[in-house]
């Protein structure tokens, strides 16, 4: 497959994250994919490189943000959106619930309730679903930031994962949608200041969700000339 990592980069540059992720959290997540893939990297350094040709031909796109969501272009997330909806799988992780394509596709405002330094277990709500498979009833994240309800977002198509917290807040941290053609899975783990992208479970999750986010058929974009003519369909 096609894969593009999306990391705004902004923490990844800082000594005090250099110890959690020396290669940054794109690398983390890079080196956690398994299978024989072609996978590019873009930071907000080289972001410009979201074409829609790019596009054309990724088959899944994961995005991590934080601290720079109002510096990522508009047109750019018109076209990861535009993208989607024609077939383009896209993980949005931790943060990327603010990201500008990710409320785009959704028309909400995602927000939520949050707090640092917490603990978290991660029920498996939907046991059946292609992205909890091999994953055990729960599992524990012993430091994680916290998310809690109300989370602003429409009524997904699965509820994969619940989150629960020391604090008691309870959280749906791994939620599906369809958009056009396109499957968005949102897994709320990987505060920048935990090794979360090093944890077995989590991996299973970032590898279930990739295969599952695959298209299975892409509309092309009279817009981008690698795309056949609008309408035609790829299997």
């Known amino acids: 497959m096609n894969i ?7 923490h990844d540059k800082q000594d005090w994250m250099k110890p959690i992720y020396p290669d940054g ?13 072609n996978i590019t990297v873009v930071t907000l350094d080289n972001i410009t490189d979201i074409t829609c040709e790019l596009l054309a031909d990724t088959d899944v796109m994961i995005w991590w943000g934080h601290a720079a969501h109002h510096l990522v272009p508009d047109e750019i997330s018109t076209v990861v959106t535009e993208a989607v909806q ?41 046991p059946a679903h292609p992205i909890a498979q091999g994953l055990p009833e729960y599992f524990e994240l012993p430091e994680e930031e916290m998310y809690g309800e109300y ?18 807040e309870v959280f749906r941290s ?20 935990y090794p979360i992208y090093y944890n077995e479970n989590i ?14 058929a892409r509309i092309s974009g009279q817009d981008c000339p690698n795309y056949a003519p609008l309408g035609a369909v790829k299997a």
């Open 4 to 10: 593009i990592i999306y990391n705004e980069g902004i």
């Open 25 to 37: 959290i794109h690398g983390a997540i890079k080196q956690a994919i398994k299978g024989e893939h």
């Open 86 to 126: 024609k077939g383009m799988g896209f993980i949005a992780l931790h943060s990327a619930h603010m990201s500008k394509p990710l409320r785009q596709l959704l028309g909400t405002s995602c927000t939520l309730k949050w707090r640092d330094d917490d603990s978290e277990r991660i029920w498996v709500t939907a």
């Open 151 to 168: 989370f602003d977002i429409p009524k997904p198509d699965d509820v994969v994962f619940m989150g629960w917290f020391n604090g008691g």
């Open 174 to 193: 791994g939620v599906t949608f369809t958009r056009g053609l396109g499957k968005i899975f949102y897994f709320q783990p990987g505060h920048e200041a």
């Open 203 to 216: 991996i299973k999750v970032i590898n279930n969700a990739i295969a599952w986010a695959k298209p299975t």
